[in-house]
């Protein structure tokens, strides 16, 4: 008895390792990189909060700082009377940037669908840059310091590297199809903990000299980086003269390899063949609207699930370090190192994960999984000992069950939704899906940075942490009609299975 094309299932990685090439690995490692790059400069604002508070608050406050002459030159850079308010100002910095950054990702990924992805990502990277140099270094150097215009430079800037994401999600997803997409994506995911260690590697190597000079070298390798992307990055395929994903409709295997996981398998052939764009307009299809990729299946629920999910991410990226120094009493310097476990465990998460869905050819199942086993390690982490190497494992076990599937929803996930039947024949959709989802993301997570501080001030952190429990079930809420749906489907094909032997 044959099985239907939608249970022929092709090993993971098979149809991916046939049809690499070295354009593939050059993909690859140019978003990779690029992403790195963007993250790298946001790292370094993060790792000069110290150096930048003490800059703007009086020498007298300041028991390192030398005492200069003619005090009135050399004390203009006080902005604020003391360190609480100046340090208070830079977490204000930080939701500005996140509230624009998710503003800019709704429109980035409609951009990016309509013009060249290579175009707007080097614009993105290259100007960003040039903001990072003027809010960190120029200003220092001229000492021109003013609340308002860094407020509008950072709004700026997070309008600028919202570009990032989108692109490069959308360049990937066109280079790489659903055969190992969940692990390619998961590895390539990534990028993110490396730019922020990349970044915090930077600052720390030239931050004796002055936190401008941090900003000078993080703003001058990404403005680099912009200008490679720009003369060496492929955005499809065909640029090269390879065929796009999808195109080959004679072979099956190629068929089966890049049929999206988003698409319903009980659907009629008519339905199947339903597009949102025309297919015979011309050979460059146009891009969907923004309400047409709300539309979707999938992506409202996976949106309101990130949000979830990426404001207790983002949580521990912004607050670990204070939460390691001011709940143990530990060196700064000792945990910002320790800090790095939660990202090493969420590279190792989103690449296991990632496998494992590409074998299953189901997403939602993983991530519930992993969700729930996310639960009880947010349990178990609120009650670390006193002991680095124990709050390490914890913390590396934490990352791996929450970083894992943030990676794979904003990466693997948004790829197959951006490529799902109802878009099928255009690539299109894919930067617009993806910054919906990730601006939806960033939306929670800047106003999570808020909630984390006005709970962590008014009850302590145990409670931190039960609200990030509570976010944590909320995001599998979200997606359990697709857990039910993805389920049900494994059950089906285990059946014709059973009947077929």
């Known amino acids: 008895m044959a099985l239907p094309g939608s249970l022929r299932r092709q090993p993971a990685n098979r149809g991916l390792v046939s049809h690499c090439t070295h354009h593939h690995v050059v993909v690859f490692l140019l978003t990779f990189f690029s992403y790195s790059l963007l993250h790298a400069s946001r790292k370094t604002f993060s790792n000069v909060k110290v150096s930048i508070s003490s800059q703007w608050t009086p020498s007298c406050l300041n028991s390192t700082a030398p005492e200069l002459r003619p005090y009135e030159l050399w004390n203009s850079s006080h902005l604020f009377p003391n360190a609480e308010e100046a340090t208070l100002f830079l977490g204000t910095l930080d939701t500005i940037f996140l509230f624009s950054y998710a503003v800019g990702l709704f429109v980035s990924g409609i951009v990016g669908d309509r013009l060249n992805l290579r175009w707007v990502l080097s ?5 960003s840059a040039v903001v990072v140099f003027f809010f960190g270094t120029l200003t220092e150097w001229l000492h021109f310091y003013n609340k308002w215009f860094y407020c509008c430079l950072w709004v700026v800037n997070g309008l600028l590297q919202s570009t990032g994401w989108p692109c490069v999600v959308a360049v990937m997803g066109n280079w790489f199809g659903k055969a190992g997409r969940g692990f390619v994506f998961g590895l390539w995911s990534a990028c993110a903990s490396v730019g922020n260690i990349l970044g915090a590697f930077l600052a720390s190597c030239v931050l004796r000299y002055g936190y401008e000079y941090a900003f000078l070298v993080t703003a001058s390798v990404q403005f680099a980086g912009g200008v490679i992307v720009f003369f060496g990055l492929l955005t499809s395929p065909k640029e090269v003269g390879l065929p796009e994903l999808g195109a080959d409709e004679d072979d099956s295997v190629e068929e089966d390899a890049n049929r999206p996981l988003m698409g319903d398998d009980d659907a009629d052939d008519d339905e199947r063949n339903y597009s949102i764009q025309a297919t015979d307009t011309g050979n460059q299809p146009k891009a969907i609207g923004f309400f047409q990729a709300c539309c979707l299946p999938g992506v409202v629920l996976y949106s309101l699930a990130y949000a979830c999910l990426k404001l207790v991410n983002y949580s521990f990226f912004f607050w670990l370090p204070f939460y390691l120094s001011n709940n143990f009493g530990w060196k700064e310097a000792e945990a910002d190192q320790l800090s790095i476990w939660y990202d090493v465990g969420g590279i190792i998460g989103g690449t296991i994960q990632g496998l494992i869905s590409d074998v299953l050819q189901k997403r939602a199942p993983v991530l519930a999984i992993s969700l729930l086993f996310a639960v009880g390690s947010l349990f178990g ?54 910054g919906i989802v990730d601006g939806t993301g960033s939306i929670g997570a800047a106003v999570g940075q808020y909630l984390v501080s006005l709970i962590q001030e008014n009850l302590g952190w145990m409670w931190v942490f039960y609200f990030f429990i509570l976010m944590t079930s909320s995001t599998i809420l979200f997606i359990s009609p697709l857990i039910v749906r993805e389920m049900k489907l494994l059950l089906h094909e285990r059946r014709l299975r059973m009947l077929a032997e």
């Open 381 to 434: 982490y609120s009650r670390s000992p006193n002991s680095k190497p124990t709050n390490a494992v914890i913390m590396a076990i934490t990352g791996f069950f929450i970083g894992g599937p943030s990676n794979m929803i904003s990466s693997a996930i948004s790829a197959d939704l951006g490529r799902q039947d109802l878009v099928k024949g255009s690539s299109e959709a894919l930067a617009t899906v993806t």
């Open 123 to 127: 614009f993105g990277m290259c100007s």
